[in-house]
């Protein structure tokens, strides 16, 4: 590849475009295309979350409540991503989620899926099955708790009185076939058919992690193919954690570090402070061998101490998410474009892997915060909403959607979440967070495999089959960009329909 400049001047380089005092979101910014000599199937996304962490995509799951627990982490390694469980939870739960998501070693989650109640409850109508054909009885009416029995649509639909107790008429279990956690999708789906079942529970230590039924099998084989995905030194999944600063947050540290937690994230809307600092050099010096990811920050002086404390990775992002007020309410942050490529620019220098976390709407933000110079994209919004985001499904105007809240709301903060704006000693709380809903985006195993064949034909169009190609393009001023304006906005997307329906995939 020819990495020598134009001999025709057109658009403008990105050393240029982002040094005139303008703070440029994905949206204000287009790639100009380049020379392609390569398939798109040509284009490798491998990349780095760390200096020592590879992964084969460049996707990460944001710590967040409604974003990543369990569920999320193993999916997003099974695709070659990585999630990082979020802290607003005590310690000893935190690292169970992170066991739990080490254990498993196919992502099926029939438990997002399926509905769990009491023996004692009522099935009142068909919107308790939740899309689901199955009710799952266990002691306590919860995923976690012994299972005792279960109800089909079909049983339900036959009786003559919808007030009976589930206990009276649900399919007794206490035979069911159980199977080891981490038995992969062919030996799963071989047991399902010697028993001649509907379900078997997975099981680790003699603890019940979830409920694999037939459909969820024939479900998954339907998506596109999972490659080997991000698996650790140990066999099992990568999977990060989210912690503090605080002095709590070292013992917090002990405990991910015994659950077997691959990489950890400083969580802070503000990383260049001294708690983090101190914090860098504290988790460095007692794991050596755990990669620590600092941040959040957006300029290249707050990049530039946290490298020099030691991290591994910098997450770049100040206000730029979808639930996220923090530069309305403090009037402090960067346009995301901007921030991760001047973040890029200097940690480059040192090696260190850029996270862009947060103002990830489509696939083509994606390709801009990679060419920008990321090596990875953190997601929120993006990933809420699908099977293995955290609660429930809820009906609202007609659309079956999923809570969504920024850590920085004051419900996420009664929680804890509040230490990650350094404010849970302040008397009075401020917000520097909205709770929302998103529409139900199905599994993350199904868009996420066809968003990132977006992505790469993006980076054919620009004439870049690797992450690296890309950075080395846009260094050398090959690559050249333009700012749009709004009415050059509105142009690049859907315009001038009366109604349109919009599929991307």
Request: net charge negative.
């Amino acid at each position: 590849m020819d990495f020598s400049p134009l001999p025709i001047e057109d658009g403008f380089s990105a050393d240029r475009l982002f040094s005139q005092g303008y703070s440029y979101t994905y949206d204000d910014v287009i790639f100009l295309p380049h020379y392609i000599d390569f398939p798109t199937d040509a284009v490798s996304l491998s990349t780095r979350l760390t200096r020592n962490i590879d992964l084969s995509l460049p996707c990460v799951a944001s710590p967040m409540d409604t974003v990543t627990e369990d569920y999320m982490a193993a999916a997003m390694a099974a695709l070659g991503g990585i999630g990082i469980v979020h802290s607003n939870c005590t310690a000893a739960d935190q690292a169970r989620l992170v066991v739990s998501a080490k254990s498993r070693r196919v992502p099926i989650f029939s438990s997002s899926l399926d509905v769990f109640k009491a023996p004692d409850g009522c099935i009142n109508d068909a919107n308790d099955f939740d899309g689901s054909n199955y009710v799952f009885v266990t002691e306590s009416g919860t995923r976690r708790s012994r299972i005792l029995g279960y109800v089909t649509k079909s049983d339900w639909e036959n009786l003559s009185d919808n007030k009976v107790k589930i206990f009276d008429y649900m399919r007794d279990c206490s035979s069911n076939v159980s199977v080891p956690a981490n038995y992969d999708l062919g030996q799963i789906d071989e047991v399902l058919e010697k028993n001649d079942v509907d379900f078997v529970v997975l099981e680790k230590d003699g603890e019940r992690l979830d409920v694999v039924t037939r459909e969820d099998v024939e479900r998954l084989k339907g998506y596109p193919n999972l490659g080997k995905g991000t698996v650790g030194p140990d066999g099992k999944w990568m999977v990060g954690a989210a912690i503090g600063t605080r002095e709590s947050d070292k013992e917090r540290l002990e405990h991910l570090v015994k659950a077997g937690v691959n990489v950890v994230v400083l969580d802070s809307s503000q990383g260049n402070s001294s708690f983090q600092i101190e914090m860098i050099k504290y988790a460095k010096k007692t794991y050596p061998e755990l990669d620590v990811i600092g941040g959040n920050v957006v300029t290249m002086y707050q990049a530039q101490n946290l490298i020099e404390a030691g991290v591994d990775g910098l997450r770049v992002g100040m206000g730029s998410g979808s639930i996220c007020t923090t530069q309305e309410v403090c009037a402090v942050g960067r346009g995301q474009a901007t921030a991760v490529y001047k973040v890029s620019s200097i940690a480059a220098q040192s090696g260190v892997p850029v996270i862009a976390d947060g103002g990830i709407s489509n696939s083509g933000h994606i390709v801009k915060a990679l060419v920008l110079g990321a090596s990875t994209v953190m997601m929120g919004s993006f990933l809420a909403g699908s099977t293995e985001a955290p609660g429930a499904y809820v009906y609202q105007n007609g659309r079956r959607v999923k809570k969504y809240r920024g850590m920085g709301s004051l419900e996420a903060m009664t929680k804890g979440s509040d230490q990650r704006y350094l404010g849970d000693k302040a008397k009075l709380k401020i917000a520097q967070g909205v709770v929302g809903a998103v529409a139900d985006k199905g599994s993350v195993l199904k868009f996420i495999p066809y968003t990132m064949q977006a992505v790469k034909q993006g980076f054919q169009d620009l004439g870049a089959s690797s992450l690296q190609s890309a950075h080395d393009l846009l260094r050398s001023r090959t690559l050249r960009l333009e700012v749009r304006t709004g009415a050059a906005q509105v142009e690049g997307g859907v315009h001038g329909l009366v109604s349109y329906e919009k599929k991307s995939f």
